[in-house]
Structure formats: structure tokens, C-alpha cells
């Protein structure tokens, strides 16, 4: 699943319901966010297998109080060994991963729910050696050349 706010976690992910959840589509609705404005969010390959993996016991898809997550985060920062993390660096992180994983800005933000690109820039940590990465074996030259090939036109000249 795609990262939520922390505030959002603690309030959506106790009350996501089924119903919600459109596998044919790979997205999750969720009505009540912490802007007020509603969105839908995409679903990973490793979140629908997690929900196919989940028994329907309840309307809800995770059956649990925000103060049960609140404590299960808890200890499991604790055993982790890492009493620092917060929710929100998963979020940072997730998105500066997305990022590199080449979405665009727009579709970042479909799934960070920044309404301000300049907020959403904030999250994004990219790492200088993926990029790199990225760019080794690539050149202007060859990326102009790519371009403006016949085949790439959508209106090939002649």
C-alpha cells in the first residue's frame, strides 16, 4: 500500500473498510483524510497480495482501534531497535523510493495526496547515486537522436 500521513495512518488505516477496495482497478478509496478531500490511492503488487492474504472477519479491512495500531508501532519500533523512526520518515521514504522508481510529480502526488507541488518536493530524498545510475550510458546526444526518430513520431515525416 502507499504511505499515508501519520495522522491519516492512525485515523483511515482503523477504519478502511472492503468495500473500498477495488482489486480489479489496484486502488483503495479513502473518504475521510486529514485535507477533507477524499482520494484513491493505488495498490502495489505487495499490498494486494497482503489483502489477499487477509480473512474478511469484519467490514473492516484491518480490524483494530487507533490507540491498538498506535501501540503495536510502538513495540514494534522498540524490537526493531529503532525508537526514533516515526511514521512519517516511512512516508518520506516511500515517496522519495516512488520517485526513483521514475513517477512523475502528478503521480506522486495522486499518491501523497500533496495538493502543493512545493510541499511535496519536501519529501522527496533522492539519492545522487541512483540517479547516476539513471543516467549511465545516456547522453543528450543520443536522447535527441532518440527523439526525433522516425519510429518515436507520432506523425512520421513523408
Known sequence: MTFPTPRESCLWVPTLEWRYIDRLNRTAHIPDTKTSHPRTIPLNDQALSILDHLEEVDDRVFPITPMALKLAWNRLRIRAGLPDLRLHDLRHEAISRF????????????????????????????????????????????????????????????
Open 99 to 158: 520517485s526513483e522508481m521514475g513517477l512523475t510529480t502528478i503521480e506522486l502526488s495522486v499518491i501523497s495526496g500533496h495538493r502543493d507541488p512545493r510541499m511535496l518536493f519536501r519529501y522527496a530524498h533522492l539519492r545522487p547515486s541512483d540517479i547516476a545510475k539513471k543516467l549511465a550510458g545516456r547522453s543528450w546526444q543520443n536522447e535527441i537522436a532518440d527523439l526525433s526518430h522516425p519510429a518515436r513520431l507520432s506523425h512520421p515525416p513523408g
